[in-house]
């Protein structure tokens, strides 16, 4: 099994890196869709998390959404895992074009990976909802600059709202396009760290006609019959052991 992952990876030519949550919580941070992160929200909150993280929360009660947001989509000491490392170093070497990620906790960009495409955008990007002032996650992250649960813009007052893309709200169709591209130019597709269950992004492995098709998951996924590689490990574990990593 590693062996022969170790093979794709030094074959690789043009390769193509496709992640969900599974790749980040190696790195402490929690997957809100577990039966854990469910019972969580539902037990604190009283609704599921993709109501949370939703649009129609952050503009119906903003108060509770970024009580959520904070508590689990933005990591206090997170750093990236052997996955992250891994990658980036594959990168480094010419062999992987592009990450797409599912994540927006930036933990690849951590690692030194430099092409990453982030679907749901990120928690790094912050902007005022009236002024349109940009603001990064330290702005966030200081308390001063919230007013009643709801972190306000210094220039105006207005919302400061995380650039991530929320239940109810569109993918960014330059992202998608770009991610497409990298699938479709792709030799190896490495799937990792996730069961592939939101759409749209979980129809691009349709857009891969390359030569390997390797699946990183716990869990099983509907598309693990159609792989060439599946293996059912951690993937921080899984790459760190097939890139002599520390």
């Not at 998951?217 to 159609?226: G, I, K, P, W, Y």
Request: aromatic share 8%.
């Amino acid at each position: 099994m590693y062996e022969e992952l170790k093979q794709i990876l030094q074959n690789g030519r043009r390769m193509v890196f496709f992640g969900g949550a599974g790749v980040s919580t190696e790195s402490g941070i929690p997957d809100f869709r577990s039966e854990s992160g469910l019972y969580h929200a539902r037990n604190r909150y009283g609704v599921a998390p993709e109501y949370l993280l939703s649009e129609d929360c952050f503009l119906r009660d903003p108060k509770m959404f970024f009580s959520y947001y904070m508590e689990n989509l933005v990591p206090k000491d997170a750093v990236p895992n052997k996955a992250h490392r891994a990658l980036a170093r594959l990168e480094e070497q010419g062999k992987l074009a592009a990450i797409i990620t599912q994540n927006v906790d930036g933990l690849h960009q951590t690692a030194g990976s430099k092409n990453v495409l982030e679907l749901h955008g990120s928690i790094h990007d912050n902007r005022c909802v009236a002024c349109g002032a940009r603001y990064a996650l330290d702005y966030l992250r200081d308390e001063t600059n919230w007013m009643n649960g709801i972190p306000r813009c210094s220039a105006c007052g207005g919302t400061v709202k995380p650039r991530v893309v929320l239940y109810g709200e569109a993918l960014d169709e330059t992202c998608i396009r770009r991610s497409l591209e990298a699938i479709e130019a792709a030799d190896v597709l490495i799937i990792g760290g996730t069961s592939l269950a939101v759409w749209p992004a979980a129809g691009f492995i349709n857009d891969f006609n390359g030569e390997k098709l390797v699946l990183i998951n716990r869990s099983a996924t509907d598309v693990d019959r159609e792989a060439d590689l599946v293996i059912r490990e951690p993937i921080g574990e899984v790459l760190g052991i097939c890139l002599n990593l520390n």
